[in-house]
């Protein structure tokens, strides 16, 4: 298979996990330049008292002005469901570009009716700087990244393809994990196989880096894994499944998932990019659509 960028480029890639909704966010640097990318950033939420912080955005920060980084791109795979991006609050901060998939706006359509967004809520997908389309190109100083469109989980799903190593959101999870539900509006367990499919046609040593974790049966918390090691182990997806044992398999899992516990704040906020909402007289706001989702 020819991919349009130089797959065996190594970039460095730093993990920082998040224990309050176990996402794991990157920095990634190109390794001929200061040039970085940050891959699926995190807002810290109190839901219950309404309160936002910043402390892993932070650490995201203190990890870039560190290392004497320049922050080019800030990348969000999907639109999470799970926890709150923190992309504005470190492009105030840093810069970069917010990139994030032209299927934004199936997913902005979705909810912004689910929500009851007025007119003043754009579903072009105009609050990112960049909205990319399957086999995509971009770069991060001379590091080359392609996007591949990869649906199933969320409709603006995409894995990012930076040298070796490829950013899969919620495509998969490691190999004992297995893959993300397939159940939320306009997710389809069929086209998410697909989409893992395309992924583990990358090459067997590609390095894989997962959005979440949850160290299933006690594991320690684990993040990288390769095509290789996901074709062989994953234990929805490796050797000897078929589409058909995932998709039934995936249906009846689905059916029994309750919803995330930031689901609401979460979708109202990284469908503008990171931004929260605000009211009609400009205060921060968020809403909860009663029997909505
Ligand atoms: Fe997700």
């Keep these: 298979m020819d991919y349009p960028i130089d797959i065996s480029v190594k970039p460095e890639v730093t993990g920082f996990f998040d ?3 176990h996402t794991i966010s990157y920095v990634v640097k190109d390794p001929a330049s200061n040039s970085c990318a940050i891959v699926d950033s995190v807002m810290d939420i109190d839901y219950a008292a309404g309160r936002i912080t910043y402390e892993h955005a932070d650490e995201l920060i203190k ?32 810069g970069g570009k917010i990139g994030v998939g032209e299927h934004i706006v199936t997913v902005q359509n979705v909810f912004g009716k689910i929500f009851n967004e007025g007119t003043e809520f754009q579903r072009d997908g105009s609050q990112f700087d960049a909205l990319f389309k399957d086999g995509d190109t971009y770069e991060i100083g001379s590091l080359k990244v392609f996007a591949m469109h990869t649906p199933g989980h969320t409709p603006a799903c995409m894995v990012h393809v930076i040298g070796d190593a490829a950013f899969v959101g919620d495509t998969l999870f490691m190999p004992d994990g297995g893959s993300a539900r397939a159940d939320f509006p306009g997710g ?5 196989y697909d989409s893992i499919m395309k992924v583990l046609a990358l090459p ?4 894989l880096f997962m959005c979440h974790d949850y160290g299933p049966n006690g594991r320690e918390i684990a993040w990288e894994t390769t095509v290789g090691e996901e074709r062989k182990h994953n234990i929805h997806v490796g050797e000897g499944k078929t589409k058909e044992d995932f998709v039934k398999f995936r249906t009846e899992r689905d059916a029994t998932l309750a919803m995330p516990n930031l689901i609401i704040p979460s979708l109202q906020v990284n469908m503008r990019a990171g931004e929260i909402p605000t009211d009609d007289d400009g205060n921060p706001m968020l809403k909860v659509p009663v029997n909505g989702l």
């Excluded at 389809?188 to 998410?192: G, H, N, P």
């Excluded at 067997?204 to 390095?207: I, K, L, N, V, W």
């Design 19 to 21: 224990p309050q909704t």
């Design 63 to 94: 990890f870039v002005e560190d290392n004497g980084l320049k922050l080019e791109w800030l990348i969000e795979t999907h639109v999470h469901a799970d926890h709150l991006s923190a992309a504005p609050y470190i492009q105030e901060k840093l």
């Design 188 to 192: 389809d367990a069929a086209t998410l």
């Design 204 to 207: 067997d040593e590609t390095r």
